[in-house]
T-cell receptor
Framework: DAKTTQPPSMDCAEGRAANLPCNHSTISGNEYVYWYRQIHSQGPQYIIHGLKNNETNEMASLIITEDRKSSTLILPHATLRDTAVYYCIGDGGATNKLIFGTGTLLAVQP | DAMVIQNPRYQVTQFGKPVTLSCSQTLNHNVMYWYQQKSSQAPKLLFHYYDKDFNNEADTPDNFQSRRPNTSFCFLDIRSPGLGDAAMYLC??????????????FGPGTRLTVL
């Protein structure tokens, strides 16, 4: 599984887009990039995942660079309820393991 | 709603006294996982079941065991809890399709206190 690097914390104003970066320079060709978040005292929650192409769902967008060495999770209109630790994880699919890194604590400010 | 349920949400046990944490799911997923999350740390995978096949992580202590009597239920047994085993224990489920595992669905966790 790819080692991922994320900033330890970020702030974002409510209503603004939150852009969370992740470096995964050792990711292999068949490894997906998964994003999960964990709101305080809750279990992690799946957000989105991608392989090569950019992805969008009802929660967020995922932008993956062409060389796949980094990605950005975008929350288009952050709310106070989006305050959480966001984890970027390189997942081998066939190995099923989620190796959580330290994540980014996103604090959405009113 | 389909979900992953963990009982109890909070568990207190004494040093060395065996304790069992339970997880149930209504998603009919064939894979179930147990993670340990210590304070201010990220979740760490202990083991998982693919159907009845048990897969232990290499660094999971022998003190931790698991049982999966059927698709819906999975148990985490801590045979002799130490103070260092105080943590949040998270259960998750997923499916295996087309040779790849899909996203994991987590329960709310059981917070274990060891006195």
């Amino acid at each position: 599984d790819a080692k991922t690097t994320q900033p330890p914390s970020m702030d974002c104003a409510e209503g603004r887009a939150a852009n969370l970066p992740c470096n995964h320079s050792t990711i292999s060709g068949n490894e997906y990039v998964y994003w999960y978040r964990q709101i305080h005292s809750q279990g992690p929650q799946y957000i989105i995942h991608g392989l090569k192409n950019n992805e969008t769902n009802e929660m967020a967008s995922l932008i993956i660079t062409e060389d796949r060495k980094s990605s950005t999770l975008i929350l288009p209109h952050a709310t106070l309820r989006d305050t959480a630790v966001y984890y970027c994880i390189g997942d081998g699919g066939a190995t099923n393991k989620l190796i959580f890194g330290t994540g980014t604590l996103l604090a959405v400010q009113p | 709603d389909a979900m992953v349920i963990q009982n109890p949400r909070y568990q207190v046990t004494q040093f060395g006294k065996p304790v069992t944490l339970s997880c149930s799911q209504t998603l009919n997923h064939n894979v179930m996982y147990w993670y340990q999350q210590k304070s201010s740390q990220a979740p760490k995978l202990l083991f998982h079941y693919y159907d009845k096949d048990f897969n232990n992580e290499a660094d999971t202590p022998d003190n931790f065991q698991s049982r999966r009597p059927n698709t819906s239920f999975c148990f985490l047994d801590i045979r002799s809890p130490g103070l260092g085993d105080a943590a949040m224990y998270l259960c998750a489920t997923s499916t295996l399709a087309g040779g790849n595992y899909n996203e994991q669905f987590f329960g709310p966790g059981t917070r274990l206190t060891v006195l």
